[in-house]
């Protein structure tokens, strides 16, 4: 485990909010040279505490207005019924994250649609064909507030 200060948390949270800031503009920004905040940010990389930069895309804006959480419980479990579950599930485009989960659920699906009833096309054509889907519960969201994690 790699030992975090106060200021590898400032330069975690500065990248979190904008992962394009150069070392040279996140150094003035903690009051560090380039080179210094360079090699924390390399070390946290090598580390593997920092694994990558996302592009974070707005749904709405492309047209995508609804977003659900469902829920998934499979009737046929085992290794095969989950294998093929997950293949199935990960080709749906609108299907954006498949987690898989201990609970009452196997498995939490965040799904985006453009309205309502583009939501019940892929739920009823998509998601409830899929091999071993069993008991399925819906949740739309109604706002989302982003948080960058325990920084």
Known sequence: MIEIDAIDRQIMGALVQDARLSASALGRRLDLSQPATWRRIKRLQDAGVITGQRLVLDAEKL???VTVFLGVKLAAKGRV??????RAVSAIPEVQTVQHVLGLYDYRLRVVARDLSDFERVLRRRIMTLPGVGDVEANVLLSEEVRTGPL
């Open 63 to 65: 047209g995508f207005g």
């Open 81 to 86: 019924g989950l294998e093929a579950f997950e």
